[in-house]
């Protein structure tokens, strides 16, 4: 919590942005963009990529949860190793791994070989993403500096997903291996500017040692967790390998929850959950990703399968969403001062709800300037204002020897809710799927899913909406006497208004 009481040394506006400060935003933006980038490229490449290898559909489908897998299931180990270890140090060396991955990538002729390149790269982005956020926090001083850099680097994902979308239509119509080894020579320039630029980082030195236990069996439990989340669409979720994969993932988890209680130095300090606002930062990040995916996922099946779209007119379907992020890059962070990250967060949820549920009046033959184009607009309006304030709320008020940990948690959240919101969209749209595949019963099939999508944005709009009726809550000071008469006279109390 912030309170205007509390005084910095300096103001961070008046920090002026040199270059080589936005030359190390600039390497951390380009890691985050290439992370997202990765991610949509890949999909729009699948059936060429099936034909080429000779690969069946639930080969294919391990391209993408390869990815998910060493991503989801490793953030949280990977946000503490930054802490622990330094962040540059980490940074800077996963980076080198995800560009041998990507070159590993489109040179394979094995389906087994690109699967283990795709979750090394997985992997890599585990390191690479909290180690990143956590520079940026600890670099920029809290306030607006911060919240302006913030904004800029989320900003940069949400611009590499739209962009990745745009450039697999166009690369894939060449070659698919292009799609693979694009990331390489662009991490190869990020590592070699990182190497000049990113400030050096110390190691924790007062830390109670290494918390190994928690970080085998927090590894294992997400790597399990997000296994059979990503399965249970095939295996089926009432089979016995499903449930006894989350019954097992569940132990984990308890485990992991009892050793890091009793942790010197755990992987993760539950006491930061006391938050509320952190709380709220990190269910709304499950919400906002999982409800996208689900949306992004289910447009892309109605607009490829039933209208008969090409992948680069379906990919710049969805531009005028990114676009709209792009071009308020610069403009979100003084909002957010404005404002602050709850008011910002619960508009963000409105317009996402309103363009989810305008999106369910689709049909077969859709006017895309008076259908589509009003729901591209208000997901990329709600984008643009959700993203970079659930960063910086989850970061605001974070020591920084706990940076690395907060930032691996957040994107654990995001890309946890990615996964298991996916899934259910998916098992909802398969138990709707009708036995007559005509377009209008597929399409019919397709809308419990887009239902499913809004409910998912409703509960996070609810869960922000909680954090605003504290915000005006009023906290009373002692100003102390100077003179003894005025001593033995009633304390003087001072309103401060609390913001969260």
Known sequence: MTSPLTTPAAPSSAVRWTPRLWGTLLVLCAAMFLDALDVSMVGVALPSIGSDLHLSTSTLQWIVSGYILGYGGLLLLGGRTADLLGRRQVFLVALGVFALASLLGGLVDSGPLLIASRFIKGLSAAFTAPAGLSIITTTFPEGPLRNRALSIYTTCAATGFSMGLVLSGLLTEASWRLTMLLPAPIALLALLAGLRLLPRTTRERDHDGYDIPGAVIGTASMLLLVFTVVQAPEAGWASARTLLSFLAAAALLTAFVLVERRAASPLIRLGVLRAGSQVRAQLGAVAFFGSYVGFQFLTTLYMQSLLGWSALHTALAFLPAGALVAVSSTKVGSVVDRFGTPRLIAVGFALMVVGYALFLRVDLDPVYAAVVLPSMLLIGAACAL???????????????????????????????????????????????????????????????????VTGIAVAGLLITLTGLRGRRTQASIVVARSTVEEAQAEPVSVSVPVRD
Request: net charge negative; hydrophobic share 45%; charged share 10%.
């Open 386 to 452: 959700v993203f970079p304030s659930l960063n910086i709320q989850a970061t605001n008020g974070v020591e920084d020897h706990e940076q690395g940990m907060v930032s691996g948690l957040l994107n654990t959240s995001v890309q946890v809710g990615g996964a298991v919101f996916l899934a259910v969209v998916t098992a909802v749209v398969t138990a709707g799927a009708p036995d007559r595949a005509t377009p209008q019963a597929v399409l019919d099939s397709y809308r419990p899913g887009f239902m499913v």
